[in-house]
């Protein structure tokens, strides 16, 4: 059951054409999610594909699986760091560093929606969703889309087309360490 979710959420991290997807499990649904998660870790972190669970709550986990190396070089993007740094997150070359500052985020009221910059959501992108309130975007998909709708939708086809593949892997049987471990 596990393998499906990541598979359909988070395909496009998993495949290494997005730095990150994030997913929402409920626990009720995967009562060893825990477990689950370090096996997934100790198969594909030599990979560098990695789970982490960012925060959860009595029935919910928020998970982020991510590619360490893309990640790491997103967030040390200097429009990306000088963006982040408005938002508390000092100056690091750790994506562990980052994501520690994001699960403190996470755990107050407001959701902290520079989370788009690990996504891999473009920045002008995120600053007009959070300047117009989620509100006036030319398209939504993945994303709300203020700027350059056609690259958008262009990426937002091959997310799917990514995911309706690992997806067909899976049901044919294959483990999401033999799509990904095989090289």
């Known amino acids: 059951m596990l393998e499906k ?10 495949a290494g054409i997005k730095c990150a997807n994030l997913m929402s499990c409920r626990k009720s649904r995967i009562p060893d999610l825990h ?8 198969q594909l972190n030599c990979k560098d594909i990695h789970a982490e ?29 000088e963006f982040l740094k408005g938002y508390g997150y000092g ?6 560093d980052y994501i520690e500052r994001l699960k403190t985020r996470l755990k107050n009221n407001k959701f902290p929606h520079e989370i788009g910059v690990f ?4 920045i002008d992108d ?16 993945e994303w709300k889309v203020y700027h350059n709708p056609e690259k958008a939708e262009r990426l937002f086809r091959r997310y799917y087309l990514c995911r309706m593949g690992i997806a067909r892997r899976i049901k044919k049987g294959d483990s999401l360490a033999e799509i990904f471990c095989a090289a």
């Open 5 to 14: 979710l990541i598979a359909f959420h988070c395909g496009p991290a998993l």
């Open 91 to 96: 100056k690091s070359r750790s994506a562990k």
């Open 126 to 141: 995120i600053c007009d969703f959070i300047k117009n309130g989620g509100r006036k975007c030319i398209i939504s998909g």
């Open 35 to 42: 477990k689950k998660l370090d096996k997934f870790n100790s």
């Open 53 to 81: 669970i960012l925060c959860e709550c009595e029935k919910n986990t928020l998970i982020m699986v991510y590619r360490k190396k893309l990640l790491e070089a997103r967030l040390n993007d200097h429009e990306t760091s």
């Open 119 to 122: 996504l891999g959501y473009p």
